[in-house]
């Protein structure tokens, strides 16, 4: 599967962006999804991940009750929701597949999409 992030852009603090990970390829609905940031100067790390059917889904302590990840199987899409976003929240972000079930830090993530830059001012 291949994968298309975008929705990135400048926002300021306290705002909101909601990033799409465009999949192709019609097995879409049997892949866990993560998304990844990358800030400059520091490691990737995982921000959310959600499973083959969205009922299951797993936050970075740091995003968690402002970010939501959700999935559209028929649109071979998954969202990122990013609510009251801080100037920490700026990065690239990435979104991954994988086919385990669900989406964790510790899963095995095969498949990359490109990144999509979010910048939030303060």
């Known amino acids: 599967v291949q994968l298309q992030a975008s929705g990135g852009g400048l926002v300021q603090a306290g705002g909101s962006l909601t990033l799409s990970c465009a999949a192709s390829?019609?097995?879409?609905?049997?892949?866990?999804v993560g998304w990844f940031r990358q800030a400059p100067g520091k490691e990737r790390e995982f921000v959310a991940g959600i499973g083959w059917s969205g009922s299951s889904t797993y936050y970075a302590d740091s995003v968690k009750g402002r970010f939501t990840m959700s999935r559209d199987n028929a649109k071979n899409t998954v969202y990122l929701q990013m609510n009251s976003l801080k100037p920490e929240d700026t990065a690239v972000y990435y979104c991954?597949?994988?086919?385990?079930?669900?989406?964790?830090?510790?899963?095995?993530?095969?498949?990359w999409g490109q990144g999509t830059l979010v910048t939030v001012s303060s």
């Open positions: 390829g019609r097995t879409f609905s049997s892949y866990a």
């Open positions: 991954a597949a994988s086919r385990a079930v669900v989406a964790v830090p510790g899963t095995s993530y095969g498949n």
